[in-house]
């Protein structure tokens, strides 16, 4: 079955506690991405990867990390986290980065207090 | 960068109701999109239609790319058909950007 799988889907965190959010998808996809998701904000785009070794800045990427070493995973590091950083997060791939659909993880509710 | 802005913000219907939603984009698009977000936080792919009409079942979608609209139209609207609607769009760069949805309320 063709998904993107997102891990962990909850977590409570402590502010300055490093973390990783997983993200790996099983369709051979190009283009990955990373959102979050804020009530009265909407999904705004963290940082996407276009094929290994390329990543770029979205709209956010203030406080985040990305590396996408292999085309499956697209990990969101997020190296000290703070408050501001509570959010659901959401990763998405397609097969190339135009002209295909999205699909999106399950979502990752984090809490950092 | 693409704005994108979707209409109305808030609808409340009566079970049986038809509806339609609307989406709204400011520069030409190579993907446009329709996802669902269900009370669970999901989001659910309903169309990939960067140009004309789609249906599938009770949903059907319709862009004009030319004069940058895309429309959801949602019949005999059902219970679970409650929850947020949202319109993205991919323009001429690579990021994907998103409306800020219609949230859907359909009462039994």
């Known amino acids: 079955e063709a998904q993107v799988t997102q891990n962990p889907r909850y977590l409570i965190t402590v502010t300055g506690k490093k973390l990783t959010v997983t993200c790996s998808q099983n369709?051979?996809?190009?283009?990955m991405s990373w959102y979050r998701q804020d009530p009265g904000l909407g999904l705004r785009q963290i940082y996407y990867s276009m094929n290994v070794e390329v990543t770029d800045k979205g709209d956010v990427p203030e406080g985040y990390k990305v590396s996408r070493k292999e085309k499956r995973n697209f990990p969101l590091i997020l190296e000290s986290p703070s408050p501001n950083q509570t959010s659901l997060y959401f990763c998405?791939?397609?097969?190339?980065?135009?002209?295909?659909?999205?699909?999106f993880g399950e979502g990752s509710w984090l809490t950092v207090v | 960068g693409i704005q994108v802005e979707q209409s109305p913000p808030d609808l409340i219907l009566q079970e049986g109701a038809n509806s339609t939603l609307r989406c709204n984009f400011s520069?030409?698009?190579?993907?446009l999109q329709w996802f669902h977000q269900n009370p669970w936080g999901q989001l659910i792919n309903l169309f990939y239609?960067?140009?004309g009409t789609k249906q599938n079942g009770r949903l059907s979608a319709t862009t004009v790319a030319t004069e940058r609209y895309s429309l959801l139209y949602i019949s005999s609207s059902q219970t679970t058909d409650s929850g947020v609607y949202f319109c993205a769009v991919r323009g001429n760069n690579n990021d994907m950007r998103f409306g800020a949805g219609t949230r859907l309320t359909v009462k039994p």
């Open positions: 369709m051979n996809h190009e283009y």
């Open positions: 239609i960067p140009s």
């Open positions: 998405a791939s397609s097969l190339t980065y135009a002209g295909n659909t999205i699909y």
């Open positions: 520069d030409s698009v190579n993907n």
